[in-house]
T-cell receptor
């Protein structure tokens, strides 16, 4: 058990909809990272937050947004969903800086 | 060309065999990670290293910074080692923490 909790585990929705994925980091970790894993692209970094502030952005679409709340949990919002957004979305957390990352079990998003 | 290349893509071994998975990268890095992804999808961080060698149980990870190459070795392989092994690097130019991933090596260990 990594200590990182992601909900929901599975999500099925339709094109054009909006969903919110939630991540609770490991106790004491200040950094949260979001990753997308699709069949054709593999794992890709989306965005990082550190203690409530955005720290780095990767290949995150404008339709996607994220935030980290004062209690350090994070949410990834995906809107105007397209078939190509179907993927596994992972959250990871770390103490910050150059510390090891601990991954959640992921949320499997299926767009019908 | 991908910044992180792994080989082989697929690997089938018999139980007890010594296994090596290779990772080459083309960017300057501050650290390299080896991750294990189980068939159910969960990801476990195995090693984070920036130089030399690390060992945990039957797993050994090495890195050669000059050659931009890392290897993951599994001794006395077991069917429970069957998983996808992913190499990921943190670019020294990138912001803290965000990783660049290889495509993974799918390992199947037969009893």
């Amino acid at each position: 058990d990594s200590g990182v909790t992601q909900t929901p585990k599975h999500l099925i929705t339709a094109t054009g909809q909006r969903v919110t994925l939630r991540c609770s980091p490991r106790s004491g970790d200040l950094s949260v990272y979001w990753y997308q894993q699709s069949l054709d692209q593999g794992l890709q970094f989306l965005i990082q937050y550190y203690n409530g502030e955005e720290r780095a952005k990767g290949n995150i679409l404008e339709r996607f947004s994220a935030q980290q709340f004062p209690d350090l949990h994070s949410e990834l919002n995906l809107s105007s969903l397209e078939l190509g957004d179907s993927a596994l979305y992972f959250c990871a957390s770390s103490l910050g800086g150059f510390q090891p990352q601990h991954f959640g079990d992921g949320t499997r998003l299926s767009i019908l | 060309k991908n910044e992180v290349e792994q080989s082989p893509q697929n690997l089938t071994a018999q139980e007890g065999e010594f296994i090596t998975i290779n990772c080459s990268y083309s960017v300057g890095i501050s650290a390299l990670h080896w991750l294990q992804q189980h068939p159910g999808g969960g990801i476990v961080s195995l090693f984070m290293l920036s130089s030399g060698k690390k060992k945990h149980g039957r797993l050994i990870a090495t890195i050669n910074i000059q050659e931009k190459h890392s290897s993951l070795h599994i001794t006395a392989s077991h069917p429970r080692d069957s998983a996808v092994y992913i190499c990921a690097v943190r670019s020294e130019r990138g912001s803290q923490g965000n990783l660049i991933f290889g495509k993974g090596t799918k390992l199947s260990v037969k009893p």
